[in-house]
T-cell receptor, first 114, second 114 residues
C-alpha cells in the first residue's frame, strides 16, 4: 500500500500561471481533503470530498478548484497563481466522514509563486 | 463553531525531560479528539486518539486523556528523546453540514536537545 501519494513534490510558478496538484489514495477511502499549511496558521482546509461525486468548500477555497475524478483521485487546481498561494499543500483521505476515523496524509507539495 | 486551541510558541527541552502540550477545545456534541505528529519534511501522521469522555489514547510513550469537564486533551510524555522533535497538532472531529471534518490547532514545534 502506497497510502496517499501527491505529485509534484516541489513546484515554482510565476504569478498568473496555472497548475494542478494531483492526489491519489489506494486505501479505498470515501473521503478526501486538501489543506494548506502556512507558518503560524496551522492547517487550513481548502476543499473536501465526502464521497465520490461530491465536493464542498472548506475554510479557504478562493483561488482554487477541485475535481474528484474517481474514488482514488482528488486534484486541486490553481487557475491563476498568486504569491499568497505560496504554501505547502497536503492531501488527506479518510475511510468515512465519521468522527472516529483518522485522516491519512500525503507527503505534501511545496509550492512557491513568484 | 468548533475549534481547537493549543498553547502558544515552540517547546524546547532536554532529553529525558517531561513533555506537556496543552490542548483545549470548543465543540457542540461529542467530538472525537486526535493528536497528530509531523516530522521534518513529512506529512502528518496520527499519534493517538480518543473517541469519548475519559478515554485515554496512548502510543509511543505519549498519552492524552479526553476531559469533558475541562474540555481538554493535553499531550504528555514522561521522558522525551531527540527523535521526538517534531510539530504536534491537536485536532477534533467537526460535524458540519452532516459531514465530519477535522479542525486542527496551530501546532507546537517541539525541539529536544541531547
Amino acid at each position: 500500500n502506497a497510502g496517499v501519494t501527491q505529485t509534484p513534490k516541489f513546484q515554482v510558478l510565476k504569478t498568473g500561471q496555472s497548475m494542478t496538484l494531483q492526489c491519489a489514495q489506494d486505501m479505498n477511502h470515501n473521503s478526501m481533503y486538501w489543506y494548506r499549511q502556512d507558518p503560524g496558521m496551522g492547517l487550513r482546509l481548502i476543499y473536501y470530498s465526502a464521497s465520490e461525486g461530491t465536493t464542498d468548500k472548506g475554510e479557504v477555497p478562493n483561488g482554487y478548484n477541485v475535481s474528484r475524478l474517481n474514488k482514488r483521485e482528488f486534484s486541486l487546481r490553481l487557475e491563476s497563481a498568486a504569491p499568497s498561494q505560496t504554501s505547502v499543500y497536503f492531501c488527506a483521505s479518510r475511510e468515512r466522514p465519521s468522527g472516529t476515523y483518522e485522516q491519512y496524509f500525503g507527503p505534501g507539495t511545496r509550492l512557491t509563486v513568484t | 463553531g468548533n475549534s481547537v486551541t493549543q498553547m502558544e510558541g515552540p517547546v524546547t527541552l532536554s532529553e529525558e525531560a517531561f513533555l506537556t502540550i496543552n490542548c483545549t477545545y470548543t465543540a457542540t456534541g461529542y467530538p472525537s479528539l486526535f493528536w497528530y505528529v509531523q516530522y521534518p519534511g513529512e506529512g502528518l501522521q496520527l499519534l493517538l486518539k480518543a473517541t469519548k469522555a475519559d478515554d485515554k489514547g496512548s502510543n509511543k510513550g505519549f498519552e492524552a486523556t479526553y476531559r469533558k469537564e475541562t474540555t481538554s486533551f493535553h499531550l504528555e510524555k514522561g521522558s522525551v528523546q531527540v527523535s521526538d522533535s517534531a510539530v504536534y497538532f491537536c485536532a477534533l472531529s467537526d460535524l458540519v453540514w452532516g459531514n465530519n471534518r477535522l479542525a486542527f490547532g496551530k501546532g507546537n514545534q517541539v525541539v529536544v536537545i541531547p
